[in-house]
């Protein structure tokens, strides 16, 4: 693997700890702010600890199959704060997006550089990604439903949330 895909992976690998820290953040929101104290502990158990302790888990997985050493760089600081449900997730499905895009960034770097294995590898993480976007963006419909009734969203959250820790 060369340097610049191991850069690659390397920024990848800190994009999904930066998304559970985006994550950690929003759940300590919904639990203080919010008073959405049910789902801020199943959101940060499954959502938050996916980024952390599956995707980023993934890519440095595929940097250890082709025996490259990971680094892990630093992720910035999250102070965010929202109005809203819906500002919140909106900024979530966002993320999300974002994300997708390094991932499909990487794959083009892989194929550019002749990297079948780490390409198809990645493919794979990305298809997985899918099952995240969906549950995001419904997150997001679901806030837009609820509005102001933080209670019902906070107690009905389980019935309907898909959750996205098994997705990869």
Sequence with gaps: MNQLLSKALDELQARMFYMNKKSDRIANLLKHKFGCI???ELFHNDYA?????KAADRIVEIKD??????????????????????????FLFSAVVETKESVQEAIEIAEQEKEVCTKVALEDFISKLQKVCYSTEFLFKKSTIYGNELY?????????????????
């Excluded at 019902?152 to 990869?168: E, G, L, P, R």
């Design 38 to 40: 049910a789902f801020s």
């Design 49 to 53: 600890h996916f980024w952390a302790l």
């Design 65 to 90: 199959l082709d025996g490259e050493q990971s680094e892990y760089p630093a992720v910035e600081e999250s102070r965010e704060d929202f109005e809203t449900l819906q500002d919140m997730f909106s």
């Design 152 to 168: 019902n969203f906070d107690a009905q959250a389980s019935v309907w949330y898909v959750k996205i820790f098994d997705a990869m």
